[in-house]
């Protein structure tokens, strides 16, 4: 009886013990935003050019515009600081205005104005 009990016992903290090492598979959550695990460039040196997951105007999020028509305006495009000529993703920051955004998005203007959201 005591050898079955010692065997059920050593079985049991066996079991728990695999359990408790078991690996717990991790999922990336990126929220909208660009996957830091990801790298801007390739391995050749080639710059990702949808590393920041904008393919068109609808990945695009006008956060804000801070004008200075002095020293030049930027933009804050998905937490990101941008300025004119500037390439975030396949977008390129045409002009900054006062209330908008142009970009240039596979050749073709877009324009996204800032809204009250």
Same mark, same amino acid.
């Given at each position: 009886?005591?050898?079955? &009990?010692?065997?059920? &016992?050593? +079985? +049991?903290?066996?079991?728990?013990? !695999? $359990?408790? !090492?078991?690996?717990?598979? !991790?999922?990336?959550?990126? /929220?909208?935003? %660009?996957?830091? $695990?990801?790298? &801007?460039?390739?391995? =050749? =040196? ?6 920041? =997951?904008? #393919?068109?105007?609808?990945?695009? %999020? &006008?956060?804000?515009? *801070? ?5 030049? #305006? ?8 941008? %300025? ?9 920051? +045409? %002009?900054?205005?006062?209330?908008? *955004?142009? $970009? ?6 877009? /324009?996204?104005?800032?809204? #009250?959201?």
């Amino acid at each position: 009886m005591k050898k079955m &009990l010692m065997v059920s &016992l050593v +079985l +049991l903290i066996a079991g728990l013990a !695999f $359990f408790a !090492f078991a690996e717990e598979e !991790f999922t990336y959550d990126a /929220k909208g935003k %660009r996957d830091p $695990f990801v790298p &801007l460039v390739s391995k =050749g =040196g080639v710059y990702v050019s949808d590393a920041y =997951g904008i #393919s068109g105007i609808k990945d695009i %999020r &006008l956060e804000g515009i *801070v004008w200075d028509e002095a020293k030049g #305006s930027i933009a804050i495009i998905n937490g990101e600081i941008v %300025r004119e000529g500037q390439k975030i993703g396949a977008a390129e920051v +045409l %002009r900054i205005e006062k209330d908008a *955004v142009v $970009f240039d998005i596979d050749g073709e203007e877009k /324009k996204l104005e800032l809204t #009250s959201d």
